[in-house]
């Protein structure tokens, strides 16, 4: 007669679990405190644009909320037309999120799946230019644009010369790379064309990555600052970071507006981080793929 075993005791299984646990919960014991350090000094930009700017240097600097907001605002507005400027920097970003990410997107596809003659040697002159340093080409790049193309003080002139983002070609080849080349094929077969490859097949497949490149190109054009203060030189054609700058002078620098426009200009970017945070994470490391 077979003897019957005993079954397994479930106790290793339950002291796994419960290591988990504490040790998840030590991770987030030492992670909370850095989070309130990363986070302090964005609280103090919000505290400090509703104070004036003798509570913002007084000895004891205030923690919480006051009621200096509009009184910021209104100064802010005064000097710099600060709402026409977060209005061109809103279009600029947008417009320039979107075609960039149908360029790149474009290019990233081709990379990945399409083999023409010289396909690796041009992908590797794409990436050497990112040794070359910005300083170095943005001389010629504003002789071309500003006098050549006659663009100065355009939405186009800050758009169009970084359109072709090497970054975002690099991100979306790695993301096209991991869409399955026998689904491609497969929609060959049934008739689809390429457009219709692209738009319907390949595209949703890597809309994490998109997502996560949506948010890094937005968040470089939003606050890029050197290329605009070069080719933006009429104050109602100014972006966010250029009108912020003017506060800065010789002999005053206006912190409260200061603190109101970069409180403000959170906004925006925040909003897109929130409605695309789920794909981000899946995004970034579905980009990281290697071949």
């Known amino acids: 007669m077979t003897a019957v075993k005993p079954a397994p005791a479930a106790r290793p299984m339950r002291s796994k679990a419960a290591r988990d646990r504490a040790s998840a919960t030590w991770l987030h014991l030492a992670l909370i405190p850095l989070a309130l350090l990363f986070l302090a000094p964005l609280w103090m930009m919000l505290v400090f644009s509703t104070h004036p700017e003798t509570a913002i240097f007084s000895p004891n600097p205030p923690l919480w909320f006051g009621g200096a907001f509009k009184e910021n605002f209104d100064g802010l507005q005064a000097d710099t037309n600060f709402l026409r400027a977060l209005g061109n920097s809103t279009v600029i970003s947008v417009a320039y999120t979107l075609l960039s990410m149908l360029l790149t997107s474009l290019a990233g596809f081709a990379f990945a799946k399409y083999n023409f003659p010289g396909r690796n040697i041009l992908f590797g002159l794409i990436l050497a230019t990112l040794t070359i340093p ?41 993301a096209f790379q991991t869409v399955p080349d026998d689904l491609l094929a497969a929609a060959r077969i049934d008739g689809a064309s390429e457009v219709r490859i692209f738009w319907q097949i ?90």
Not at 142 to 164: C, E, H, Q
Not at 208 to 230: E, K, T, V
């Open 202 to 291: 390949a595209l949703p497949v890597v809309r994490p990555a998109l997502a996560a490149l949506a948010i890094l190109l937005f968040l470089a054009s939003w606050n890029d600052y050197l290329w605009p203060l070069i080719v933006l030189t009429q104050k109602d054609s100014y972006t966010m970071p250029v009108a912020l700058g003017t506060l800065v002078g010789l002999t005053r620098v206006s912190w409260g507006g200061i603190m109101v426009g970069t409180a403000i200009a959170t906004v925006p970017f925040l909003a897109l981080f929130l409605a695309l945070q789920r794909h981000f994470v899946a995004g970034i490391a579905g980009g990281a793929v290697k071949d």
């Open 134 to 174: 910005t300083f170095v080409t943005i001389i010629p790049q504003f002789i071309l644009v500003a006098r050549d193309l006659k663009m100065s003080n355009t939405y186009w002139a800050v758009i169009l010369p970084t359109l072709a983002n090497t970054i975002g070609i690099f991100y979306m080849r790695q």
